[in-house]
């Protein structure tokens, strides 16, 4: 079946730490998003990818870096410069030509302890 | 002011309601308007696509936009409780890049 795949689903985190957050896509989709989700607010963009080797900062990319060397992956690292990392993390993805997020994973939700 | 609207809810109905759901914007520059279903602990699922103003139906989901209003709305007809989830609302521009807003999502819940 095809579709995204975030990994891990949970995930805790110490102050200081780095951390990474995996999106594995076998849509072939040319686009990658990754967006964080906070209680009573809508998702907000961290960074998004609309090609292999290229990617842009959202509205929020302070503390978090990604990279985008394959087509299928973009994973989301999340720095110890990150002062609120606790947060539902999503990523999704779109085909060339859809003006949208057409696909979101299942989300990661990351807890600093 | 955020640049979209959407009342958190929650919206409770009972099975077989028609349910409205609804959204303002104040970005005129908006041309994709979407509408996605979350269940708790889950991604969004993406339901409805529509670009501009007018009707769209899906099954039992209808989605309207009217630009004149800055307003867009989803109605779900013969509501079941596995229609029970948050809907959020989210637009997108035709220029300015590959950014879509999202307002905060409405709960509903379908009661059998």
């Known amino acids: 079946d095809g579709g995204i795949t975030q990994s891990p689903k949970y995930l805790f985190r110490k102050e200081g730490q780095n951390v990474t957050l995996s999106c594995e896509q076998n849509l072939n989709h040319d686009a990658m998003y990754w967006y964080r989700q906070d209680p009573g607010q809508g998702l907000r963009l961290i960074y998004y990818?609309?090609?292999?080797?290229?990617?842009q900062k959202g509205d929020i990319a302070e503390g978090y870096s990604v990279s985008r060397e394959k087509k299928e992956s973009f994973p989301l690292t999340v720095t110890s410069a990150q002062k609120n990392p606790t947060a539902f993390y999503l990523c999704a993805s779109s085909p060339a030509g859809v003006n949208t997020e057409a696909f979101f994973g299942q989300g990661t939700r990351l807890t600093v302890v | 002011q955020k640049e979209v609207e959407q009342d958190p809810g929650p919206l409770s109905v009972p099975e077989g309601a028609i349910v409205s759901l609804n959204c303002t914007y104040s970005?005129?520059?908006?041309?994709?308007f979407m509408w996605y279903r979350q269940y708790s602990r889950k991604g969004p699922e993406l339901l409805m696509y529509?670009?501009?103003?007018g009707n769209k139906e899906d099954g039992r989901f209808t989605a309207q936009v009217d630009k004149s209003s800055k307003y867009i709305s989803l109605f779900i007809r013969d509501s079941q409780p596995s229609d029970s989830a948050t809907y959020l609302c989210a637009m997108r521009g035709n220029t300015g890049g590959f950014k879509t807003i999202f307002g905060a999502g409405t709960r509903l819940f379908v009661k059998a």
């Open positions: 970005n005129s520059a908006f041309q994709y």
């Open positions: 990818s609309q090609i292999v080797n290229d990617f």
């Open positions: 529509t670009y501009s103003s």
